[in-house]
């Protein structure tokens, strides 16, 4: 019974989109309020019935009904409670009705926050939100329902059950993190599109979606960092980011996002890069529905027929109405967004941000056209031709340093031009640390690139301090305070700056930990307890190895003594080997999992994987990997969404 | 806007553009790409360049070598098409009969040397649902 209220529901919220739809277009034709009040309600009334459908396979996947096809497939009695309401992103038919469900809750919140407010926007707005929804509407009624039931001539006694990789409360976030990311770029987007629509193109629209654009990119940052954190803790691989095709689709969208970001300063502030901001938003939103489409479909990550889906062209076709749509619509009104003003100078902020914004662009483009390589030399020659991680870090390595360095010059440009003496006061210091830093880095000999980057983070660091002690100084000798005090109260009258500031500071920090990179060391070897072996200037001895029986799988366990150069303890791993469902008599449904150990510091991570056993119990196959810094990435993550937050909060009046 | 201003941008966006388009025709690292071909096309033409190749785990064919549990022999099957793989480095938890995998590397003297294999990342058990409701919930539990 439920379940078909379920599909109901998505019935109905699809009929309300129509209607919406409907309503709010008679509504601009004719002006009767009535008509926009109608819109409006039904524009809640399809979220309504979203939130009853999500609320009925929540629930369905908690009481184990099997007569539904997607709660068999992806839970089963075993599943503890917390990774059965998880499994509602778990697979296709539920991720896409989770999107939508997050999609609802933020139009709910759009629609209920601009009751009074942007009401010449408003049935636009409306209008592109609800045709978002209704193309899920359309995914989730007619191509992928999660309500299907199971086929009806036996009864299922058990479900699939989750991977136990997915069992994992990083696993359980990351995705509905991301979602919230790229769902939120919605918002922007559709206040984009009416500006566009109803010609209103000052700074009006730009103010009304700054904090959502922020909260979206804060989501999508976390989700980005969450996902790296739970690969480099789970997978085993010893690496947190490989250039892989999901990993790619959040990232495109994260560049121009954050040239978007940082694009809106200058239109606010100066009322400039008018069809530049369009370009950027319109940009962000179609990689995002390109994004899940990436995810979806399994076109890109694979052979010949991973994951099969039909969704693939239906997606790609609605990428291309928005972009169709929505660049069709800006070229109409492209006399009436050109900016009355113009960029003057260089050496001006403006320009800074406009070159932070080229260079993100472009290393879009960059991580695009890697993606689809594959896809695109088997257009010229047939050849289907796929690139890895060293093709990508090659790239992107310079396009980053360049992007690592404007963090630094960006903030001590002035509006409008920033005089010669200005820039030798401002840049000196920073230039002088900097320097300081290659050459003693170079006497390390350390290689160009890790010299670069490392200089380069002191130079922005230095940059970014000197711009800190400088409006501290201001405060400090104009209201007589502590040092404190000023540093708080002027962050808190500039929180967007200084919150900006951290942020930089945040992907500062992450820079040195990807820097860290380049001093990885590993090794593979077998090994039986009394002996050891080194890796790096660590030993590493098998003291011990046991096996032990818990509730749900089977554990070898190694203990490993990790010791210094000089003999020094520095720690005990205990990486282990599982099997899950070790008591299914079906072996190939028995569950192999490599538990790994990491001992993390500030400045390096031991990381031990327990490979595999030999059949006689003794050898034990460990792989070992040194990764320096690699805390850092995590560290700067923190402070980045530290920094968004402070320039997120709200201001007392 | 001004010239300085467009000619910078240009200069800095062909430069860029540029280098994109020079990695892609000279990558420095040889593991940069891989040629994507079915197990029947490498077969046929023996190439011994990069190649990236699909398929499943042909069953009961994985040997681990007694003396190095690192290596690993196995066919990987592709439609009707066998080819013998070897991979000495840790294998995947997904690793196993009837697996489906990625493997990138080269072809040698009739057998594929591996340096890179991945198993499909499964968010799921795959599988009929009619024989999995053939197993007991209390074989499971202790």
Not at chain 1, 59 to 66: G, K, R
Not at chain 1, 238 to 258: C, H, I, K, Q, R
Request: proline share 3%; glycine share 6%; hydrophobic share 45%.
């Amino acid at each position: 019974m439920t379940p078909i209220a379920g599909g109901v529901a998505l019935n109905l919220a699809l009929g309300c989109s129509v209607l919406s739809i409907i309503s709010l277009i008679a509504y601009n034709r004719t002006l009767d309020y009535r008509l926009f009040l109608a819109g409006q309600r039904l524009g809640l009334a399809i979220s309504f019935f979203v939130f009853i459908a999500t609320f009925i396979l929540g629930y369905q996947l908690f009481i184990s009904n099997f007569d539904i096809d997607y709660v068999a497939r992806y839970t089963s009695f075993e599943t503890p409670n917390i990774f059965k309401i998880s499994a509602l992103w778990a697979g296709q038919s539920g991720s896409l009705l989770f999107w939508l469900f997050i999609l609802s809750i933020f139009n709910t919140i759009t629609i209920i926050q601009n009751q009074d407010r942007h009401l010449n926007l408003m049935p636009w707005v409306i209008i592109t939100m609800s045709v978002i929804q209704l193309f899920f509407l359309i995914l989730t009624n007619f191509i992928t329902n999660p309500f299907e039931p199971t086929q009806a001539d036996f009864v299922v006694q058990n479900g699939n059950g989750l991977n136990p990789l997915l069992q994992n409360i990083t696993m359980a976030i990351h995705p509905p993190t991301l979602y919230l990311g790229y769902v939120g770029f919605s918002v922007p987007f559709a206040f984009a599109f009416s500006a566009l629509v109803n010609k209103d193109i000052g700074a009006l629209w730009i103010r009304s979606i700054r904090r959502w654009t922020l909260v979206s990119w804060l989501f999508l940052s976390i989700g980005i960092i969450l996902g790296g954190w739970w690969a480099y803790q789970e997978l085993g691989w010893g690496g947190y980011w490989a250039w892989d095709p999901v990993e790619n689709a959040s990232f495109m969208p994260w560049l121009t996002a954050t040239a978007f970001l940082h694009s809106i300063i200058v239109q606010e502030k100066k009322d400039m890069l008018r069809v530049w901001n369009m370009v950027l938003i319109i940009l962000t939103f179609s990689l995002c529905i390109f994004g899940t489409f990436l995810t979806r479909s399994g076109v890109m990550s694979s052979v010949h027929s991973f994951t099969e889906s039909s969704l693939g062209p239906v997606f790609l076709s609605f990428v291309f109405i928005i972009l169709i749509s929505s660049f069709g619509l800006m070229f109409s009104r492209l006399t009436v967004l050109k900016s009355p003003r113009k960029i003057e100078s260089v050496s001006s902020r403006e320009s800074g941000f406009l070159f932070n914004n080229l260079i993100f662009v472009v290393m879009c483009f960059a991580v695009f056209w890697g993606t689809l390589f594959p896809v695109i030399t088997e257009w010229f020659n047939g050849d289907k031709i796929s690139v890895g991680p060293p093709f990508f870090n090659q790239i992107n390595i310079p396009i980053g340093l360049v992007l690592l360095a404007l963090t630094g010059i960006g903030p001590m440009l002035a509006w409008k031009g920033t005089s010669n003496d200005k820039l030798i006061q401002n840049f000196s210091l920073p230039i002088i640390f900097g320097f300081i830093a290659a050459f003693i880095f170079a006497l390390l000999k350390f290689t160009a690139y890790t010299v670069i980057s490392f200089s380069l983070c002191i130079f922005v660091v230095v940059a970014i301090s000197s711009e800190f002690i400088k409006g501290v100084r201001v405060r400090k000798n104009k209201f007589n305070e502590s040092v404190f005090i000023s540093l708080y109260k002027m962050i808190e009258k500039n929180r967007s700056r200084y919150g900006g500031y951290i942020v930089h500071l945040g992907i500062v920090l992450m820079f040195v930990g990807f820097t860290g990179h380049a001093f990885d060391k590993e090794k593979e070897f077998g090994i039986q307890v009394g002996q050891s072996e080194s890796v790096a200037s660590y030993n590493f001895q098998l003291t011990r190895m046991h096996e032990e029986e818990r509730p749900n799988h089977y554990a070898w366990i190694t203990d490993l003594r990790v010791t210094d150069a000089s003999g020094n303890f520095i720690t005990n791993l205990h990486p282990e080997k599982r099997v899950y469902f070790h008591k299914n008599p079906d072996i190939n449904k028995r569950q192999p999992h490599s538990e790994l150990d990491i001992h993390s510091t500030i400045n390096k991570d031991i990381y031990s994987i327990f490979s595999s056993v030999s059949s006689d119990n003794r050898t034990a196959f460990v792989k070992i990997m040194i990764n320096p810094l690699v805390k850092w990435v995590w560290v700067g993550g923190y402070i980045l969404a530290f920094g968004t937050i402070i320039a997120l909060w709200p201001r007392k009046d | 806007m001004n010239i300085k201003i467009f000619s910078l941008i240009a200069g800095v966006l062909s430069i860029i553009l540029f280098w994109i388009g020079w990695v892609s025709m000279n990558p420095s690292d040889e593991k940069a790409m891989a040629r994507f071909i079915s197990v029947e096309s490498l077969l046929n033409n023996e190439t011994s360049s990069r190649t990236k190749l699909g398929g499943i785990v042909k069953k009961g064919s994985i040997r681990v070598s007694k003396t190095n549990q690192l290596d690993c022999f196995f066919v990987l099957k592709e439609g009707s098409a066998e080819l013998a793989v070897n991979y000495s480095k840790t294998r995947p938890d997904l690793f196993k009969d009837g697996a489906e995998v990625i493997v990138t590397g080269q072809y040698r003297n009739g057998i594929f040397l591996a340096d890179e294999l991945q198993t499909k990342c499964a968010s799921r058990y795959e599988g009929d649902l009619r024989k999995e409701s053939n197993y007991k919930l209390e074989e499971l539990e202790t």
